[in-house]
């Protein structure tokens, strides 16, 4: 069974611009997450979509968003990008078949965004 | 905003010497995750704690949620050069909107 995939594994942007990453989850699993990786803040939750609603959600501000289509994909973007954007994006699927810390989560390879 | 405490920050050992980190929380805990980060990888599910005072183990990794259900720790026995990577604890927070808070993980690095 294929993991959890991300596109692009690497971004380069520059301030104000906007961002779009996906994430295509393990097939059959129906829960996607999305955390902000840096040295400094460590592992952040974003926010996590389950059947196309968002069910959770962090600290972030709104230029923060996601959604999750009906096969399950997801996209999260940023926009009106900042300096302190730049991090590691991971998503992670699960099978959420209960409550959102029921299940495994199987984390993708990332999407390192840098933003200049 | 809010961080899980998590200690130490960074833990160097001998190979064949004993590790443990540690996750505390100021509130009680619904539940808590550990997962391991390899150098340049993404994080790997390790394993969940729910029950007050549940201890589990995988191998050489033992894992322990409080009576409290308010901290957490991970020890490994007998470290090999495996071992190496980020431990992080994942909490959840009871009464907290399901918020999911990440510690900022222990860096492990054995020494040959």
């Known amino acids: 069974k294929a993991g959890v995939t991300q596109t692009p594994r690497y971004l380069i942007k520059t301030r104000g611009q906007q961002v779009t990453l996906s994430c295509s989850p393990i097939?059959?699993?129906?829960?996607v997450s999305w955390y902000q990786q840096t040295p400094g803040q460590g592992l952040q939750f974003l926010f996590e979509y389950f059947s196309e609603t968002q069910r959770n959600k962090g600290n972030f501000p709104g230029r923060f968003s996601g959604r999750q289509f009906s096969n399950s994909r997801s996209e999260m973007n940023v926009s009106t990008l900042e300096l302190g954007d730049s991090a590691l994006y991971l998503c992670?699927?699960?099978?959420?078949?209960?409550?959102?810390?029921?299940?495994?989560?199987?984390f993708g390879p990332g999407t390192r965004l840098t933003v200049l | 905003g809010q961080q899980v405490m998590q200690i130490p920050q960074y833990q160097h050992v001998q190979e064949g010497e004993d590790f443990t980190t540690y996750c505390n929380s100021s509130t009680t805990l619904s539940n808590i995750q550990w997962y391991k980060q390899r150098p340049g990888g993404h994080p790997v599910f390790l394993i969940q704690?729910?029950?007050?005072?549940e201890v589990k183990k995988q191998k050489r990794l033992t894992f322990q949620f409080g009576e409290a259900k308010k901290n957490s720790s991970l020890h490994i026995t007998a470290t090999q050069t495996t071992d190496v990577g980020t431990y992080f604890c994942a909490e959840h927070q009871m009464n907290r909107d399901d918020k999911i808070i990440f510690g900022k993980g222990t860096r492990l690095h054995i020494l040959p």
């Open positions: 992670a699927s699960s099978l959420a078949g209960g409550s959102f810390f029921a299940d495994t989560q199987y």
């Open positions: 097939s059959g699993h129906r829960s």
């Open positions: 704690l729910v029950k007050s005072g």
